[in-house]
């Protein structure tokens, strides 16, 4: 059980931090300063909630590495995260509309895991609800202002759910591993989530006019068990650089 609990602590702790680098990677590009700003808070906080995961992953693991180790010293092939916060930005459509549909299931994975029987878990998923309120207010508030703005804006978050709904499986399908620890009350019931994520996806494609993509790319597989896109091997090149030419540093 100790392994499993490791394994589903990196799928959490991974997909947050490669979000929060994607996030990120906005400051100074937003569409305008407040957007700027908005965007690099939740980065901080995705990555805050990172560091969290991944700090009582390693503690668990027991092998010497702590949430930096984590991080900056595993090749693309170890990283847990879902395929769809390791897609590029993109326009700010694409981001928002990233951000929306990871979080209609996220937010209901954390409610979730603040009840959970491991008490660190818990304890740290109800810190990052509380952030992440904040996270689906802001991302819904920009998906309907596109989505009912001018035609261009409207046509570019159409265009972003089209490309990134393929991914979207990955959030609400569970494997074995969270099967096992639904069962055991550690992790969260992903076809409960589903429920939820199918419901609120729906409210807010008819509020913002948008159309549903077709169910027939709607796929779970790849990078909970390791299969990445390229688009994370550059991240991390770019996220780990200084790390890696610097590995005894300390900071």
């Known amino acids: 059980m100790k392994d499993d609990v490791f394994e589903y602590l990196l799928r959490l702790g991974d997909d947050r931090l490669v979000l929060g680098h994607r996030l990120s990677e906005w400051c100074g590009h937003a ?12 980065a901080l906080d995705c990555i805050g909630q990172a560091s969290q995961l991944l700090e009582l992953a390693g503690e668990l693991e027991g092998a010497g590495r702590d949430a930096d180790a984590l991080a900056f010293f595993r090749d693309p092939t170890q990283f847990r995260n879902c395929l769809l916060v390791e897609q590029p930005n993109g326009d700010f459509a694409q981001t928002i509309a990233r951000q929306v ?3 209609a299931a996220g937010a209901h994975v954390l409610d979730q895991l603040g009840r959970s029987k491991h008490e660190r878990l818990a304890a740290i998923a109800r810190k ?16 309907l202002r596109l989505g009912l703005g001018t035609e261009e804006s409207h046509d570019r978050l159409q265009a ?4 990134l709904w393929p991914y979207t499986g ?3 399908t569970p494997d074995e591993l969270d099967t096992a620890l639904c069962r055991a009350g550690i992790g969260a019931d992903l076809d409960a989530v589903r429920v939820w994520f199918e419901r609120e996806v729906g409210e807010l494609l008819a509020a913002a006019k948008l159309r549903r993509p077709p169910d027939t790319s709607f796929g779970a597989d790849g990078g909970r068990h390791g299969k990445h896109s390229e688009h994370l091997d550059h991240l991390l090149s770019e996220m780990q650089c200084v790390a890696r030419a610097h590995p005894e540093a300390s900071w």
């Open 31 to 42: 569409p305008i300063v407040e957007e700027d700003i908005a965007l690099a808070n939740l």
């Open 170 to 172: 990955e959030l609400v």
């Open 101 to 103: 549909l990871f979080d």
């Open 160 to 163: 972003a759910l089209d490309e």
């Open 128 to 143: 990052a609800a509380n952030e992440v309120r904040y996270h689906v207010r802001h991302a819904r508030d920009w998906w």
